[in-house]
T-cell receptor, first 113, second 115 residues
Framework: GENVEQHPSTLSVQEGDSAVIKCTYS??????FPWYKQELGKRPQLIID?????GEKKDQRIAVTLNKTAKHFSLHITETQPEDSAVYFC????????????FGTGTQLKVEL | NAGVTQTPKFQVLKTGQSMTLQCAQD?????MYWYRQDPGMGLRLIYY???????DKGEVPNGYNVSRLNKREFSLRLESAAPSQTSVYFC??????????????FGPGTRLTVL
């Protein structure tokens, strides 16, 4: 089955700096890559996603890039703010394989003032 | 529109006890999922239901059973709870058919402790 690795497990940045979280996946058939944000004690919520036929997608201060050849994708957050502090999960899915999401192990992002 | 709801929010069980976690969604979604979340291990799929009347095993199904009662409800049962099942359980749902690009919406979670 699919295996998703996520790095780093913790990331601390100063307010206003950029943050980058990287994920790799094992199954070249994966074709949809969502990113979820989970605040402490809350449910995961989708913040951005990318499909395999797209190399990059942006939404205000967040962007995701995908390299299908290398089988890795990354989340970029610019101009970080304290409210960006949370756990971020990447995921991969093979939509022809039962639509089962495989999640990475998460990155705890802390934005310091 | 409540989205995905779960009951209970918290539960403490003794080893060997049984219980059922309830999940319901009011978004007319076809697919529903049960995950467990453990520190440092992300979200792991226990069981899922692609549509009403069907259920399939996920990554970590041992010790659990599920029932897709109707289109709205998907329950998770622990027949004989073990300390290894201490975790936070999330239910999720998504629209349309199995093979599609659609967001999964998560419930608020159930924090279960097995002593």
């Amino acid at each position: 089955g699919e295996n998703v690795e996520q790095h780093p497990s913790t990331l601390s940045v100063q307010e206003g700096d950029s943050a980058v979280i990287k994920c790799t996946y094992s199954d070249s058939a994966s074709n949809y890559f969502p990113w979820y944000k989970q605040e402490l004690g809350k449910r995961p919520q989708l913040i951005i996603d990318i499909r395999s036929n797209v190399g990059e997608k942006k939404d205000q201060r967040i962007a995701v890039t995908l390299n299908k050849t290398a089988k890795h994708f990354s989340l970029h957050i610019t101009e970080t703010q304290p409210e960006d502090s949370a756990v971020y999960f990447c995921a991969a899915i093979i939509t022809g394989g039962g639509n089962k999401l495989t999640f990475g192990t998460g990155t705890q992002l802390k934005v310091e003032l | 529109n409540a989205g995905v709801t779960q009951t209970p929010k918290f539960q403490v069980l003794k080893t060997g006890q049984s219980m059922t976690l309830q999940c319901a969604q009011d978004m007319n979604h076809n697919s529903m999922y049960w995950y467990r979340q453990d520190p440092g291990m992300g979200l792991r799929l226990i069981y899922y239901s692609a549509s009403e009347g069907t259920t399939d095993k996920g990554e970590v199904p041992n010790g659990y059973n599920v029932s897709r009662l109707n289109k709205r409800e998907f329950s998770l049962r622990l027949e004989s709870a073990a300390p290894s099942q201490t975790s936070v359980y999330f239910c999720a749902s998504k629209t349309a058919l199995v093979n599609s690009y659609n967001e999964q919406f998560f419930g608020p979670g159930t924090r279960l402790t097995v002593l």
